[in-house]
């Protein structure tokens, strides 16, 4: 399995068996799962997209929308329970408006799911914890 490293990008090949074994970049020596979302923009964005193996869930959000700040400790938690199984990035539409303007995000949050380069998964608006774990089941 290909995965793309939260700190510097680098792509690592990494057995299915080992993914719940801490494993660390080849490159950087960093680990591959921290447990928390990683900050995605223009520069870093296809890579963990389009060549990483893991379904890579995305919040389109920004600093100043209550009900993205009511989801932040949501989506942070769910990416500390659900990595390896998932990717979880964030992407501030004030700082990263070509991307926004890119998946056309018209409200926020705005939730997606790529795999492989694919968007298979949208959801507009925040959702309780269960609901969201529940939305993502259906992406494993």
């Not at 799962?33 to 870093?44: A, V």
Request: proline share 7%.
């Amino acid at each position: 399995m290909i995965i793309c490293c939260p700190d510097c990008s680098g792509l690592n090949r990494v057995p299915d068996e080992r993914l719940y074994q801490a494993p660390n970049c080849g490159r950087c020596k960093s680990a591959l799962f921290k447990g928390k979302p990683i900050d995605l923009n223009s520069s870093n964005f296809d890579r963990h997209a389009t060549k990483a193996d893991l379904p890579l869930v995305v919040d389109f959000w920004a600093n100043w929308c209550g009900p993205c700040q009511s989801f932040a400790p949501i989506f942070s938690q769910a990416a500390e329970q659900l990595e390896p199984k998932f990717r979880f990035g964030k992407i501030n539409t004030e700082t990263e408006q070509t991307l926004a303007a890119r998946f056309s995000i018209r409200s926020i949050p705005t939730l997606m799911v790529f795999k492989q380069g694919k968007l298979i998964g949208q959801q507009a608006g925040a959702l309780p914890k269960e609901a969201f774990h529940q939305w993502l089941s259906q992406f494993n």
